[in-house]
T-cell receptor, first 116, second 112 residues
Framework: DAGITQSPRHKVTETGTPVTLRCHQT?????MYWYRQDPGHGLRLIHY???????DKGEVSDGYSVSRSKTEDFLLTLESATSSQTSVYFC???????????????FGDGTRLSIL | QQQVKQSPQSLIVQKGGISIINCAYE??????FPWYQQFPGKGPALLIA?????SEKKEGRFTISFNKSAKQFSLHIMDSQPGDSATYFC???????????FGEGTQLTVNP
């Protein structure tokens, strides 16, 4: 398995509080991604990073921010959590920018976030 | 607006049977179509992928069939086993693109 650790694995918090999820990789891959998984929607890209301090928005980026100060760490922050952000969050890493390359995206085991 | 539509949402198959999951896409610029398999409590993992220059790709018991004119592709699991019970996602991207667009997912249960 690709060396990806997501923390925490589970979190329950209240509406309006800030939340930070961490993704840590030991593969030295350049590209890192944050997805959310919801029933009926599959996985949707929130933000991704193509290098230290280089990030870009995905299709559902509103309400989320990210930071990448080191190659191995990619942080996802919910500045003021809302109930609509209750979801399972997955981090993924890749050696290549293109999913169509022979270096596929490898996923972590997810963080289950509940916002009450 | 879902650019990749997947069906069925859930599927129950007997051991030894054939499981078939279908996907349809709208964006004609998509030219890479992977399938991911996800077990409970785990992240998705790449299972098999196809490009539109071929109509079929087989790896072991897993086959992707691709119909470019209909903008549809499907996953066939032959001789389905209880260990195949998982959620399956189709996805699509452009060769030059940096993003995967996922279908809604299909929960497959293979009964012993």
């Amino acid at each position: 398995d690709a060396g990806i650790t997501q923390s925490p694995r589970h979190k329950v918090t209240e509406t309006g509080t800030p939340v930070t999820l961490r993704c840590h990789q030991t593969e030295n891959h350049r590209y890192m991604y944050w997805y959310r998984q919801d029933p009926g929607h599959g996985l949707r890209l929130i933000h991704y990073s193509y290098g230290v301090k280089d990030t870009d928005k995905g299709e559902v980026s509103d309400g989320y921010s990210v930071s990448r100060s080191k190659t191995e760490d990619f942080l996802l922050t919910l500045e003021s959590a809302t109930s609509s952000q209750t979801s399972v969050y997955f981090c993924a890493i890749s050696e290549s920018r293109r999913p169509s390359s022979h270096q596929p995206q490898h996923f972590g085991d997810g963080t289950r976030l509940s916002i009450l | 607006q879902q650019q990749v539509k997947q069906s069925p949402q859930s599927l129950i198959v007997q051991k030894g049977g054939i499981s078939i999951i279908n996907c349809a896409y709208e964006n004609t610029a998509f030219d890479y179509f992977p399938w991911y398999q996800q077990f409970p409590g785990k992240g998705p993992a790449l299972l098999i992928a196809i490009r539109p220059d071929v109509s079929e790709k087989k790896e072991g018991r897993f086959t992707i069939s691709f119909n470019k004119s209909a903008k549809q592709f499907s996953l066939h699991i032959m001789d389905s086993q209880p260990g195949d019970s998982a959620t399956y996602f189709c996805a699509a991207s452009e060769t030059s693109g940096s993003r995967l667009t996922f279908g809604e997912g299909t929960q497959l249960t293979v009964n012993p």
